[in-house]
């Protein structure tokens, strides 16, 4: 079993920055990949950016070359970051993070980003 545990998230105006962070926690051995997907209203969820076991990312066209997807370890557990520089109304979205393990997908709760005009 693996918990994940998002933070970060909040109100900024456009232009300014934030960063999510999202640890994971428990059987945290052979997790393939964690990344962010959001949702904004009336909309489906979809693909912020990822980053597998092996430090390859991906990134939605979207938020490319403004989003950065980290990662770190320590014993404990896993930290997935998503810094985001340059934000647009566009952004606002609950973000989810989401830890894959095997055949398994874990999803956190969410934190919502708006992004102020």
């Known amino acids: 079993q693996v918990q994940v545990v998002e933070s970060g998230g909040g109100l900024v105006q456009a232009g300014g920055s934030l960063r999510l962070s999202c640890a994971a926690f428990?059987?945290?051995?052979?997790?393939?990949?964690m990344g962010w997907y959001r949702q904004a209203p009336g909309q489906e969820r979809e693909l912020v950016a990822t980053?597998?076991?092996?430090?390859?990312?991906?990134?939605a066209d979207s938020v490319k070359g403004r989003f950065t997807i980290t990662i770190s370890r320590d014993s404990s557990k896993k930290t997935v970051y998503l810094q985001m520089n340059s934000l647009k109304p566009e952004d606002t979205a609950v973000y989810y993070c989401?830890?894959?393990?095997?055949?398994?997908?874990?999803w956190g709760k969410g934190t919502l980003v708006t992004v102020s005009s």
């Open positions: 989401q830890v894959q393990r095997y055949a398994v997908i874990y």
């Open positions: 428990g059987s945290i051995f052979s997790i393939n990949t």
């Open positions: 980053i597998a076991s092996g430090g390859s990312t991906n990134y």
